[in-house]
């Protein structure tokens, strides 16, 4: 609850202005634009008058703009006596407080008073009982009213009353000035002098401080001018941005509720309305101020979740000090605003999953040409591209700057606040177990929830962890971090981000507020958009040091979800017939070096590259990602033009020399190779569906902590040893239909892999692209 809202009344108000968001729009009167109605914009609902109360006590009154404290009994009194006609003794002559802002008022003007005599008597009717008199002794005030340099009222006369009641049903007395057109400044003072003109010989007085007489100043016109505003992030998260301007400074707004709602119609949105479940956020007590033009305090909400795309309302309800608090709002905003559908990419990846596959048709067709093959051939041919279709689905789309969603954090080197140290985010990992960073918009309120988050999880988690804060944006400037600094007050470092925001964009977040959990080798293991609880962020910290959930029992579920139909369609036997060992082998022997040959296969990639995340080559890991695109269009295009990639039957025949010679004997060199490339095939369809399981499942954990290595080498032979099993299952479910696998798998022995090579070159032709136009053109 906001500052100020202690008081019994203000929390009965609290609870009311919360009921009062729940009501239908029919129980509110509330004038709606029409035009405004058809689509974006805002729509204000203010007060009709506006009052300067009469305060203090007698000694020493003064004009204020806090409605009265609810009493019966007066707070304050002026007493006057009888008077001549030639002297009018001056009972006030007071002022306002000096104007926070300039002020142009338009519209009329009305000086209200309580006055009676100090107790009920109807002596005053009985004085002055001559011909052409008043039935009685009348009371009148002459009133001289000034706003700034501007006369207003000059000795202008009330209404005459003869008084008889006393302060518990005074009189009022009021004069009017019409069509006031009138320009303040900045500092300038609203001025009123009160004369009386008494003619009874009882005292009189003029009271003030109570419920019921509310002597004071009323303008009916527009004195408050609030500015509400809205943004939206990449993230499609919402921060809603309140200005109170006010005459008489921004506190002349006292409390306010604003509520989200949608998604909705244009022409549904009225204060108050909505369903239950569209009331998405419900904002009070400001996340965070700002400063804005003219040195304006802006109260600052930013939405905990991103909203979907659709048609949205915020439906602001703010009171204002002068207004009756029996009232729940004194001022309503409306604020309609669409979030638009995400940006659409270049190339979306759906477009692989036609390229793939048609590609492979087309070279199909194209081999036709030259002598017709069986047709059993191309059917296992277009079985294949159909089962290309799986990891087609998956890659990233092609656009410019995009970041790699999956992979490793973007390396940054910044400098802090205030020009200081260079700050490196290699230095940090070098010194970390893991690296939190909060990146946020120049004066967002997410800055200070991340502050508060951080500082929560610094408590619970029992690691070394480095905490980071950049200030993200295009034109980001230390002058608009120094209020923020003292908040920070050094407990870890505050950077800027580069003038064209080109870290933050590097992010997977953009440059926006967002929370990003980085592992010690740099890869990111979690991010949110806003912030991030400080459960949340030690949660994913503990789960990067164990490698963010990448294991091999990950590969399990990730490779049979989406990649085990490529597998078993190359898996399919290549010999027509079952050959049987001649000598006795032992148990399971083909199984086994089925599974070993596999292993040989996928460490021929998944070794180097987990040594290289081991060694912390993260902060280059992009140009590491763009090298491994090529070597996958590599070997495509070398099985397709050549049947073969050298380099691994190399490795292959020197692994087969050392089988034991009853296995060779059984099995020729070119089945044993086969179930390599199967291997092989395994690592880059991991690759392409998760790219950071090997170097954060077997990488990152090496560089946890002490125990990391030992680690991360069992973590290696836990995925060596799935993808074994992988390949087994795959040979077993491709011999399941028997002879029909068998005559298909001998018929397509040698085009099988050649379309395989056309269909990996190709994804990794769109790999090599999506990387190229995105992140590293972004990073240059």
């Known amino acids: 609850m906001a500052e100020g809202f202690s008081t019994p009344r203000t929390s009965v108000l609290t609870l009311m202005l919360m009921l009062l968001m729940a009501v239908t729009a029919s129980s509110i009167t509330y004038a709606q634009d029409a035009e405004d109605s058809a689509g974006p914009g805002i729509t204000w609902d203010m007060p009709e008058n506006h009052m300067l109360y009469l305060k203090g006590t007698e000694a020493a009154p003064f004009l204020d703009r806090n409605w009265t404290t609810n009493t019966g009994e007066p707070l304050g009194k002026a007493e006057f006596t009888k008077t001549s006609s030639a002297l009018s003794p001056t009972l006030l002559d007071i002022q306002s407080a000096p104007l926070a802002e300039s002020f142009h008022f338009e519209g009329n003007i009305t000086v209200r008073l309580f006055a009676s005599l100090e107790s009920s008597n109807d002596g005053c009717r009985f004085t002055n009982i001559v011909p052409g008199s008043p039935a009685g002794a009348e009371t009148q005030f002459e009133v001289t009213l000034s706003l700034g340099s501007t006369t207003v009222l000059s000795q202008a006369p009330t209404n005459a009353v003869v008084m008889e009641e006393s302060y518990l049903s005074a009189h009022e007395f009021t004069v009017q000035a019409i069509d006031v057109n009138a320009s303040m400044s900045q500092g300038d003072l609203v001025s009123l002098r009160v004369d009386a003109q008494h003619d009874c010989f009882l005292t009189g007085v003029l009271w003030w401080g109570t419920y019921d007489a509310t002597s004071g100043i009323i303008l009916n016109g527009d004195v408050v001018d609030p500015l509400l505003d809205y943004s939206i992030d990449s993230n499609r998260m919402v921060r809603v941005e309140f200005t109170p301007i006010s005459p008489w400074g921004p506190d002349d707004f006292h409390h306010q509720v604003l509520e989200i709602v949608g998604p909705m119609d244009w022409d549904g949105m009225f204060h108050g309305f909505g369903k239950e479940d569209q009331r998405l956020e419900h904002f009070e007590a400001p996340h965070g101020t700002r400063v804005g033009e003219a040195n304006r305090t802006i109260l600052t909400w930013s939405s905990e979740k991103p909203l979907q795309p659709g048609r949205y309302m915020v439906d602001a309800c703010f009171t204002v000090t002068d207004q009756d608090p029996g009232q729940l709002c004194d001022v309503i905003g409306v604020l309609r605003f669409e979030v638009p559908e995400d940006p659409r990419p270049m190339v979306v990846a759906m477009w692989a999953a036609v390229i793939v596959p048609l590609g492979m048709i087309v070279w199909i067709g194209a081999s036709m040409r030259e002598a017709m093959l069986p047709i059993q051939t191309y059917g296992v041919i277009l079985l294949l591209a159909l ?54 918009r120049t004066s967002s309120p997410n800055a200070e929830r991340q502050h508060k988050d951080f500082e929560g999880a610094a408590i619970m988690i029992d690691a070394d962890i480095a905490f980071v804060q950049i200030a993200t944006g295009e034109g980001v400037q230390s002058v608009d971090l120094d209020t923020y600094a003292l908040s920070l007050n050094e407990l870890w470092p505050l950077l800027m981000d580069e003038a064209d925001a080109s870290v933050g964009e590097a992010f997977p977040s953009g440059a926006t507020d967002a929370v990003i959990v980085i592992d010690s080798a740099g890869f990111i293991t979690h991010w949110q958009p806003g912030t991030m609880s400080a459960l949340e962020i030690e949660e994913a910290v503990s789960s990067a040091s164990k490698g963010s959930g990448n294991n091999p029992l990950a590969l399990f579920s990730m490779i049979l979800s989406t990649a085990v139909l490529p597998l078993v369609v190359l898996a399919m036997p290549r010999e027509r017939e079952i050959v049987l060992p001649e000598e006795l082998l032992f148990p399971a022997a083909g199984s086994l070096m089925t599974a070993a040959a596999a292993a040989l296969g996928f460490g021929m990639w998944a070794l180097p590259v987990a040594l290289m995340a081991a060694l912390g080559l993260g902060s280059v890991w992009i140009w590491i990602e763009l090298l491994l695109a090529a070597v996958l269009v590599y070997h495509g295009l070398s099985v397709l033009l050549r049947g073969r990639i050298a380099e691994v039957e190399t490795l292959a025949a020197k692994a087969y020399s050392r089988l034991p010679a009853g296995y060779r004997a059984w099995r020729d060199p070119a089945s044993f190779n086969e179930d390599v490339y199967l291997g092989l095939w395994l ?69 099988r892999p050649r379309a395989w090579g056309l269909a990996s070159a190709t994804l990794g032709a769109w790999v090599f692209l999506s990387l190229l136009v995105g992140p590293v053109l972004g990073s240059l």
């Open 387 to 440: 089962a290309a279709l799986g990891p087609a689905l998956h890659l990233p789309d092609i656009d410019a700057n995009a970041p790699r969603s999956d992979g490793a954090a973007p390396s940054f080197a910044l400098l802090s606040h205030g020009g200081g140290d260079l700050v490196k985010l290699s230095d940090l990992l070098s010194d970390s177990d893991a690296v939190v960073v909060g990146l946020f």
């Open 683 to 751: 690592a880059w369809l991991l690759w392409l569906r998760n790219p950071s399981m090997i170097p954060q499942g077997v990488g990152a954990v090496a560089r946890s902590d002490l125990i990391g290595i030992p680690l991360s080498i069992l973590a290696m032979l836990g995925f060596l040893f799935a993808a074994g099993i992988i390949v087994i299952l795959a040979r077993s479910l491709a011999m399941a239909p028997g002879g029909v696998s068998r005559v298909f798998g001998w018929l397509s022995v040698g085009m």
